[in-house]
Nanobody
Framework: QVQLVESGGGLVQAGGSLRLTCAAS????????MGWFRQAPGKEREFVAG????????LYAESVKGRFTISRAYAENTMYLQMNTLKPEDTAVYYC??????????????????WGQGTQVTVSS
């Protein structure tokens, strides 16, 4: 049974930081890329950041470049998203995703076949 479990969300003031964690288990392949997406109320789910199978290649949305850093600990099947200089517009539910048999990340949701339940991030002004 595949499980992606996010943690680390919460309420933070603008300019603050949060670190999200995604723990993966039960994936059918040892090769997989991972990513973070987010969805704000009334908006479509959007790509935030992605990391390759090896962890050596990353991809970011323009809106978070220079503020967010994605990384993964492959041996622990864990992925992180360090979010700095948070803005109110970063408020959303953040979802972890995994793309089995995919070595490189993609910005499109259909490149990922497993999803977590999400964790709420709220940034107050």
């Amino acid at each position: 049974q595949v499980q992606l479990v996010e943690s680390g969300g919460g309420l933070v003031q603008a300019g603050g930081s949060l670190r999200l964690t995604c723990a993966a288990s039960g994936l059918p392949s040892n090769v997989y890329s991972m990513g973070w997406f987010r969805q704000a109320p009334g908006k479509e789910r959007e790509f935030v950041a992605g990391v390759s199978h090896s962890g050596s290649s990353t991809l970011y949305a323009e809106s978070v470049k220079g503020r967010f850093t994605i990384s993964r600990a492959y041996a622990e099947n864990t992925m992180y998203l360090q979010m700095n200089t948070l803005k109110p517009e970063d408020t959303a539910v953040y979802y972890c995703a995994a793309g089995s048999w995919r070595r490189v990340p993609t910005k499109t949701a259909d490149g990922y076949n497993y999803w977590g339940q999400g964790t709420q991030v709220t940034v107050s002004s």
